[in-house]
């Protein structure tokens, strides 16, 4: 039987020990692998293939969300096989001279750092001949490190595997709950014809980390938040809670009118960045290491871990209305939520006494729709309260949200690339993002927050000045 064969480099990495590894152990557990797949990690370690299933199995017992199974796992480890491979040495490429033999879909994905994703596709560009369907690569963020990289990467990309067999990973689309915000958004009444600037106030995007860099000094110090967070996951988050409604659910038209989005965002002026934009770096507290003493990164390092900005986007359906964003690591959160608050309206009632409607899509880790509004106290006195309901998707018995991965591995093995990056996202991002990242080079101030606080307190100025606050849920759990 011809087989797909998933070709990772990077095997030994960070990325597939936590992500890929786990995602493969899900899938082939709830029998969404197909039979017939046969993985080579590609690693640059002096390992032979048994000893890597040992570190496989390892990786599986503590990254899985499911409980393992070791008959489950052993099936997939038959499955694995080790190549140890340096893919900085083009005479090495001779090792995947094999790979035509009983293969019908072949997949690369490059779960390696970004440096080396030129050289690899440049390397691989001789063996994708004569394979019966045309091979796919899978490339992990980020796409460059400006427009320029990302247009020299794309080009080679393009003219190696063509556009359509090219997998932009945002793992940021696969989670449940942004594939979610289409389905709210779309399959309701209530909400779209209200999703617009004459009722809604503001939007704030909050994805806040408590983890400092551990061991991705290396990596951090040349992306920082801009690049780690904003140009993808983020600018992906306010292209799906702006978009207008697609006409079908084709891949491409999704994608036209998430770039419609996208090509939308209005550079920030130098004067809007000095009141909307702020950078920060975490400082050192007790025996949690300030940013500039972790490993590998420099100890006068001007590189952000921090950043909260206001965007504005130029069409009829947003204009005029601000959409916050903040960013961090080492902030008193792991949390990622989208918060909708809507205008208040003429009313009878005291306008004082009412609260802004609001509507929460909690991204994770509690998955979910948080929606507030006003209702009369019970009670004789004539009182309005604002009412929560509070939906949470993933706290209902049984229900073990697939993690990004395992989605989007499926979606490769499939040919089913809606969930993943078009170029035009990705330049139309660039450009919007590289008008911040000269000012990025100009802060002087680092490191300016304490861990596990709210970042800088330009943050909240910032927000301030338009007389706002930062609308995180976390109070309002505490009163539920
Ligand atoms: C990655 C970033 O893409 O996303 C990391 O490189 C970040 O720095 C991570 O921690 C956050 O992902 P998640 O799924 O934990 O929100």
Known sequence: MKKTKLVIFGATGDLTKRKLLPALYNLEAENLLPEDIKVIAVGRREIIS?????????????????????????KLLEKIEYLKMDFTKDAEYQKLSTLHADTKQVIFYLAVAPEFFETITLNLKPFLKNFPL?????????????????IILNTLLVKTFGEKNIYRIDHYLGKEMLQNIMFIRF?????????????????????????GIETRGNYYERS???????????????????????????????????????????????????????????DRVGEIPAYREEKNVSPDSNTETFIALRLLLNSKRWQGVPFYIMTGKRLPV??????????????????????NNQLV??????????????AKKPGTMEEIVPVKMDFCQ????????????????LDVIKGDATLFTRWDEVEHSWRFVESIISTR????????????????????????????????????????
């Open 334 to 355: 792991k949390k990622t939520e989208i918060i909708i608050q809507f205008k208040k309206l003429p009313s009878p009632y005291n306008s004082e006494d009412l609260k």
């Open 441 to 480: 080079r100009k802060v002087k101030d680092f490191p300016n927050y304490l861990p596990f606080s709210w970042g800088p307190e330009a943050a909240k100025t910032m927000i301030e000045r338009d007389n706002k606050v930062w609308l995180t849920l976390e109070e309002k759990y505490e009163n539920l």
């Open 187 to 211: 399959g309701n009444t209530i909400f779209e014809p209200i999703w617009n600037r004459d009722y809604i106030e503001q939007i704030q995007i909050i994805s806040s980390e408590t983890i």
């Open 361 to 374: 899509f909690k991204i994770q880790p509690e998955e979910g729709v948080y929606l507030e509004f006003n």
């Open 134 to 150: 045309p091979p796919r690569v899978v490339i992990e963020k980020p796409f460059g490190y400006d427009l320029n990289s990302a």
């Open 394 to 409: 993933n706290c209902e018995v049984g229900i073990n949200s697939p993690e990004a991965y395992e989605r989007l591995l």
């Open 224 to 282: 920082g938040a801009i690049r780690d967070m904003l140009q993808s996951h983020l600018l992906q988050l306010v292209s799906l809670i702006a978009m207008d409604r697609p006409q079908d659910l084709k891949t491409e038209t999704i994608r036209d009118e998430k770039v419609k989005v996208l090509s939308e965002l209005i550079p920030l002026t130098l004067t809007e960045q000095k009141d909307y934009l702020v950078f920060g770096q975490y």
């Open 50 to 74: 048994d000893i890597y299933k040992e570190q496989a199995l390892e990786a599986i017992k503590s990254f899985s969300r499911n409980k393992p199974d070791f008959t489950i796992i052993n």
